[in-house]
Nanobody
Framework: QVQLVESGGGLVQAGGSLRLSCAAS????????MGWFRQPPGKDREFLIA???????LRGDSATGRFTISRDNAKNTVYLQINDLKPEDTAVYYC????????????????WGQGTQVTVSS
């Protein structure tokens, strides 16, 4: 059974940083892209950024230079570093994986984590 477990969320002051982690298990993730989405309160889920095993990335419009994705293939873990956090970054952050090419479409992702809450206070 595939499981994605996010961690690293929490309450942080504006200007701070967080590093979110997502550990995947239950199968081989060779050939899978790993990505991050977020859902702000009252809004739709939006794509942030995704990464392939090779390190190639796809960045969404919302993932400014403050967002950095990385991946440890040996650990099947993907990370999201967010710097200079802003109140508008408040959201539930989800990781997701899909077999094949990177895409910004949530519907194309095969497996999802349960989400981790990030709250940024001003």
């Amino acid at each position: 059974q595939v499981q994605l477990v996010e961690s690293g969320g929490g309450l942080v002051q504006a200007g701070g940083s967080l590093r979110l982690s997502c550990a995947a298990s239950g199968r081989s993730f060779n050939g899978f892209g790993m990505g991050w989405f977020r859902q702000p309160p009252g809004k739709d889920r939006e794509f942030l950024i995704a990464i392939r095993e090779s390190g190639n990335t796809l960045r969404g419009d919302s993932a400014t230079g403050r967002f950095t994705i990385s991946r440890d293939n040996a650990k099947n873990t993907v990370y999201l570093q967010i710097n200079d956090l802003k109140p508008e970054d408040t959201a539930v952050y989800y990781c997701a994986v899909r077999e094949g090419s990177l895409t910004n479409s949530a519907r194309a992702y095969d497996y999802w984590g349960q989400g981790t809450q990030v709250t940024v206070s001003s």
